[in-house]
């Protein structure tokens, strides 16, 4: 059995006359289980903040947690849109010469002509639209020169159009081929 010293404090007062306050000290060996107070709530003490540091980990990591998750959330709806909206993208391409197959035939052949409208119907529908291009100012993002011309236009003005060029959701799916002016 662990001992501690205790020490007591007394204040003596003497029958004289004049009145001396002494002190005495007392020890005493005393046990575990009576021993001081401080020793027994400073353990509990110290156990409480390792407690506290604990809790406050595993809360910092619960919210890391729940971040990470609610941005893999973010990441997937993005991405699902994006498949959404893209995924299509490989049939459209192979649909093109079929579309410029129709152009071509749509001037001869009024059937020809009808089916090509309701099939440009359908895929602007599904976000694909044709780059405007006569007139325009000359742009790589768009456009492919083909071919120079002198030309009473301005410098890099698009003067004609070899192969219609496509757009899906604003993005490139076909630049325009086009002849622009010296």
Partial sequence: MTTFKKVIEWKYQTNSKMAKKQKIKYISECSE???????????????????????REYLTQTQKAVADLINY?????????????????????????????????????????????QLEKVLIRNGLKEIAVLGEKFNPEFHEAVDMAEAKEASWTIIAEIQKGYLLHNKVLRPSKVRVAK
Avoid: H
Avoid at 33 to 55: F, V
């Fill in 33 to 55: 289980a009576e021993g001081p107070k401080e020793k027994k709530t400073g353990g509990l003490r110290r156990k409480l903040k390792e407690c506290q540091k604990e809790r």
């Fill in 73 to 117: 959330r973010k990441r997937q709806e993005l991405a699902s849109e994006e498949w959404r909206k893209y995924g299509q993208r490989e049939l459209l391409e192979n649909l093109l010469p079929v579309i410029d197959a129709l152009s071509a035939g749509a001037g001869k052949d009024a059937g020809l002509k009808k089916i090509k409208e």
